[in-house]
């Protein structure tokens, strides 16, 4: 992974209002199955672009955090072993793994889509992503859900 990606908590009234309306636009798509991202966004006042710029790296954060569910996007190179190791960290982290998909390896990389329970002695998800992404063969890391 190239760059060290962080995560923040942050009040809202710290966020900018674009970030808090992809937010709202995505509670939106979630509630309604047939609204459109165009009706979604249109109704929050803000562009589809900036709905796609961000809609992958905010999601609401709130105190019961723990005994929900993460989805993890991992793009993994196909090397014995390294899926073990990343297994392993989750394991360091004490979260449960729920499932865990692996799609065949292509130019030898592979998608792996991870579910994980956030448990009461789970330790820092942010760490936990990170120290995942610093593995040698680990291209690309990315929450796509948290439930």
Known sequence: MEQN??????KDKAVPEVLIKVVEAKRLLTAD???????????????RSSFYKY?????????????RNITLSIQISDEMGLLSELLAVVAKYHANILTIHQTIPVSGVATISLSIEVLKDT???SKMVDEIGNLDG??????????
């Open 55 to 67: 809609k992958d790296d905010i999601f609401p954060f709130d105190d019961s955090s723990k005994g």
């Open 123 to 125: 330790g820092d998800l």
């Open 33 to 47: 199955k047939m609204m459109t991202v165009k009706e979604a966004t249109d109704k929050c006042g803000i562009s």
């Open 5 to 10: 990606i962080k995560y923040y908590v942050v």
């Open 138 to 147: 680990i291209f690309d890391i990315k929450i796509l859900a948290r439930e």
